[in-house]
């Protein structure tokens, strides 16, 4: 299993970003994908879940109405849209799929700040 994240960066505060997560070694269709953030200091906290065929979502309340996470199978990838974002959006953000164990990306970091 290999999950590798993309699109972080420093953004303004208002601004948006959109995160990427490519997955391999698995039927990615087949599988629940997470959001996850840790900023400094700061447990790792579930940001965002989407089902396997895409029909269902949840979001972390501090997340809901801004961020977006959505799926291609065809692609293998799981995507986070993220807009308004605040200082307080900053953080490492990893992706994640339960397969008979847990998995987790490397992480990109996102950094909002003026």
């Known amino acids: 299993v290999q999950l590798v994240e993309s699109g972080g960066g420093l953004v303004q505060p208002g601004g948006s970003l959109r995160l990427s997560c490519a997955a391999s070694?698995?039927?990615?269709?087949?599988?629940?994908m997470n959001w996850y953030r840790q900023a400094a200091g700061k447990e790792r906290e579930l940001v965002a879940t989407?089902?396997?065929?895409?029909?269902?979502?949840n979001y972390a309340d501090s997340v809901k109405g801004r961020f977006t996470i959505s799926r291609d199978n065809a692609k293998n990838t799981v995507y986070l849209q993220m807009n308004s974002l605040k200082p307080e959006d900053t953080a490492v953000y990893y992706c994640?799929?339960?397969?008979?164990?847990?998995?987790w990306g490397r992480g990109t970091q996102v950094t909002v700040s003026s």
């Open positions: 989407i089902s396997s065929a895409g029909g269902t979502t």
């Open positions: 070694g698995f039927t990615f269709s087949s599988y629940v």
């Open positions: 994640n799929v339960y397969r008979y164990g847990v998995y």
